[in-house]
């Protein structure tokens, strides 16, 4: 969806690099289609750092990098549904 795509693009950009009046557009183009794979979130999950406070969700870093092949695929699924049906 079109409209949504626009809509999230304006409002990660004024969320990450506030109102967009004569700034680059630091939001990269949503792909669609994209295929989520374990191995990415694998790697995404071991580059995280051990030692940092959690964010809003509460969830440590250690928790989401030792939470073993089960929460790997249950975070893989996750965002594959999200990738597929938001954007």
Known sequence: NKVLEEEW???LTE???GPNEGKVNI????RQNVEVTVNEVETALKSLKN???PGQDGLHNKLLKYGGEKLTQVLTDLIQNIMT???
């Open 9 to 11: 693009i304006k409002y």
């Open 85 to 87: 049906q938001c954007f």
């Open 15 to 17: 969320l990450f690099d």
């Open 27 to 30: 939001v990269p183009h949503i």
């Open 51 to 53: 030692r940092k406070y």
